[in-house]
């Protein structure tokens, strides 16, 4: 039940973003189109996991604005609300939604909570050395690895015997690496992956992706989780099924969108957007540019999803409206 339930809500997640129906044109992501008046400062406070696509998307709006200048911090999600509210940002990427509370607290601010804007695509990869053979895990599988709780009621998982390998494998005890509280990751794959249970005490806390990625590259026993944007060679990403018995699936966008991949997710970009009232030229057009062929292409860069073109379609009535 916990797994057809996280797999419900995941496929609402991402079919509230990226399903919509489209032909002709429409199948086409829009070119961007510089516009004139364009200048001064951006400041964006948030997510880890976007912090290279910020940076290259700065990069790249700069080129077609020269005044403008772009500072990007990527400390974690839980840093993006604040900063909105306070005002020491116009941007805050995160990669996972707004808790209640925290847009309440916006909200008591500036009377309107704030807007949400999807702009990329991310299947939140399960990671292990590239000489692990491990083929695949469950959902329950995760749990019993990463969890104390184990919500889902899978037995402890302690060794890399204990999910079938054999030989060294067998009575090698997992190291486990993760994100810290502030992190829009460690926050998704608490809920979607542990059933909001508790992580083992034993989880190397990492201040960011790619210090996981590097913690499981440099440990043959490791385990970690982040962002498939930070894949590297030294690490691959396990395919993952929904519950024990399934067949493993591959984390492809495709996979994420059809919602057979079972931690598939939508990254933000979080904005204070009086309803009614137009956004800065500046934010605007930054955001214009991000949902752009442009932006988009970017995005498949870095190693993420691009948003169909309808969804792009929608984000960018979104910031319009």
């Known amino acids: ?21 489209a032909s ?6 829009e070119s ?46 839980a ?34 909570r704030p807007t949400r804007v999807s702009v990329a695509l991310d299947c939140l990869a399960v990671y292990v050395h590239r000489d692990n053979p491990i083929a695949g895990l469950s959902l329950g599988q995760i749990d019993g690895i990463f969890s104390k709780t184990r919500k889902s009621g899978h037995e402890d998982v302690a060794t890399w015997g204990q999910l079938g390998l054999t030989g060294n494998w067998a009575s090698r005890p997992i190291s486990i690496y993760g994100r810290n509280s502030a992190s829009g990751t460690y926050a998704f794959f608490k809920e979607h992956a542990l059933s909001k249970g508790d992580f083992k005490d034993t989880v190397k806390e990492q201040p960011g992706t790619a210090a996981v990625v590097n913690g499981v590259a440099n440990d043959r026993a490791g385990i970690g989780y982040g962002g498939i944007g930070y894949v590297t060679s030294e690490i691959r990403a396990v395919p993952l099924a929904k519950a024990d018995g399934q067949s493993p699936v591959e984390p492809s966008f495709e996979n994420a969108l059809s919602g057979k991949y079972p931690l598939g997710r939508a990254l933000y970009i979080y904005v204070a957007k009086k ?38 379609a929608k984000q960018r009535k979104v910031i319009s409206q």
């Open 1 to 21: 039940m916990r797994a057809l339930m996280t797999s419900f809500c995941l496929s609402l997640l991402i079919a509230s973003t990226f399903h919509s129906p």
């Open 24 to 29: 002709g044109a429409e199948n086409e992501l």
């Open 32 to 77: 961007y189109k510089t516009v004139s008046g364009v200048s001064g400062n951006l400041n964006s406070i948030g997510s880890d996991t976007l912090n290279n696509l910020m940076t290259f998307w700065a990069e790249d709006f700069r080129k077609l604005y020269p005044n403008v200048n772009v500072q990007i911090e990527g400390k974690g999600s």
């Open 79 to 112: 840093t993006a609300p604040q900063a909105l509210t306070n005002g020491t940002a116009q941007l805050g990427p995160m990669s996972r939604a707004m808790k209640p509370e925290e847009e309440e607290a916006f909200e008591q601010k500036y009377g309107f």
């Open 275 to 312: 309803p009614g009232e137009p956004l800065s030229p500046l934010v605007e057009e930054f955001l214009k540019f991000v949902l752009s062929k442009q932006g988009q292409e970017i995005v498949v860069k870095d190693g993420y999803g691009p948003l169909p073109a309808a969804a792009a």
